[in-house]
């Protein structure tokens, strides 16, 4: 039985580093629930260690699978992954009873309170793991994606697995799916960290001299996730006159490569950093790939948005493009070769597209503790449990 003798809830929130907006995520509620003061010991959990602990796929290759495919993001060798997708769930149901046999073992020994996937595509086995080994702890999908991606990518039909839905989209295709009202919980918007809605003040104009870029010129922000893309190359290439933040994460070797090319406007090329809403809010523009976590950044910041969406895209990003184009936050583009035609029509019509992101009110970071706690506190525990689980939340 989970924790009897412990007065504190204690939640487990489950990520990996595929792409790594998923630890985003996960980072950002940890730091929301600590922030709304619900006294809960939250742990983060890489699944990649729950269903490795020993290490063997870095062992037989010499890097983690999650690895490799951040390197084909970085590299744009992303043609084909709609149909990579569908080899990865099939090999996921082939191999579903020793799966969840060995997350069993790992709840168990782990004993939470509450569950809480911030990850998609294995929501079934570690739900079924959970309900097989501890009955009645609840278990909580927060949808990553402004949108499914059906089957069985986030959406888990027939089972009872609640829901946080951040757009109108996901909510229709979870009732779709046939989830009961009550397991789906709609947020106004996507996780991201509190850091973007904390920004102090800042005089773009001082602050913009001082990194030698141009106070009156407007400014770009190019950012591909933490470990950049090729595709930051091309787009520097076509805007020359263009003043640019170009953000590499940890691609060392790109930011090295951007920093040569040939430019009439002044550039700022970054390495990793965490202060991303910073730079931000010395941009006007954001340039990059239509990734749901930069995406909600750029716009909570008022940055509209200019996204790509062509076969490279990956799948379960391609509606966000439509979701930008409904929401008038932004251009949607068929290619980076044509990035510097988007950029001419962003500056024509910046303010019109500004006051679109004003528009979006997006307070998920805020809304989601609510959201869990009302789960948690509701959730049928088992009878021996009930009782102190109730008084322990109060």
């Not at 995520?25 to 003061?37: D, T, V, Y």
């Not at 397991?183 to 001299?209: C, K, N, Q």
């Not at 932004?330 to 990035?339: E, R």
């Not at 869990?372 to 109060?394: E, N």
Request: aromatic letters at 8%; hydrophobic letters at 45%; proline letters at 7%.
């Amino acid at each position: 039985m989970p924790h009897q003798g412990s007065s504190a809830p204690v939640v487990d929130l489950v990520y990996f580093d595929a792409g790594g907006g998923h630890r985003a995520s996960a980072l950002a509620l940890e730091a929301a629930i600590a922030r709304a003061g619900l006294g809960w010991q939250v742990r983060l959990v890489n699944l990649r260690e729950m269903l490795d602990p020993k290490d063997g796929f870095r062992k037989l290759t010499g890097m983690d699978p999650e690895d490799f495919y951040n390197k084909r993001l970085a590299r744009g060798w992303t043609v084909g992954l709609a149909q990579e997708l569908k080899l990865l769930q099939g090999l996921i149901r082939w191999g579903h009873v020793p799966l969840v046999r060995q997350l069993q073992r790992a709840w168990l020994q782990r004993e939470p309170d509450m569950v809480v996937s911030l990850i998609p595509n294995f929501n079934r086995v570690l739900y079924e793991a959970l309900a097989a080994s501890l009955p009645g702890v609840p278990y909580v999908t927060v949808l990553t994606d402004l949108a499914d991606y059906p089957p069985h990518f986030w959406v888990e039909p027939d089972l009872p697995i609640h829901l946080v839905c951040g757009c109108a989209r996901a909510v229709a295709q979870a009732h779709a799916a046939g989830h009961a009202p009550s397991l789906i919980h709609a947020t106004s918007g996507m996780l991201i960290r509190t850091a973007f809605y904390d920004v102090a003040p800042v005089d773009r104009a001082v602050e913009r001299a001082r990194l030698g870029l141009d106070p009156q010129r407007p400014t770009g922000l190019v950012l591909f996730g933490g470990q950049g893309s090729k595709a930051m190359r091309a787009i520097a290439r076509r805007l020359p006159d263009t003043q640019l933040i170009l953000a590499c994460g940890h691609n060392a070797a790109l930011a090295e490569s951007l920093k040569v090319l040939p430019a009439a406007a002044p550039r700022l090329v970054l390495g990793f950093t965490p202060d991303v809403a910073r730079y931000m809010q010395l941009a006007d523009f954001f340039i990059g790939k239509p990734g749901p976590g930069s995406m909600s950044e750029a716009v909570q910041m008022q940055l509209p948005v200019i996204v790509v969406r062509n076969r490279y895209t990956l799948p379960q990003e391609r509606y966000n493009t439509q979701w930008v184009r409904e929401q008038g936050v932004g251009i949607v583009c068929p290619s980076y070769a044509k990035v510097d035609e988007a950029v001419a029509q962003m500056l024509r019509r910046l303010p019109e597209l500004r006051a679109a992101t004003a528009a979006v009110r997006n307070r998920a970071v805020f809304e989601l503790p609510e959201i869990l706690r009302g789960i948690l506190r509701d959730a049928q525990w088992p009878s021996a449990q009930l009782t102190h689980r109730r008084a322990a939340l109060r």
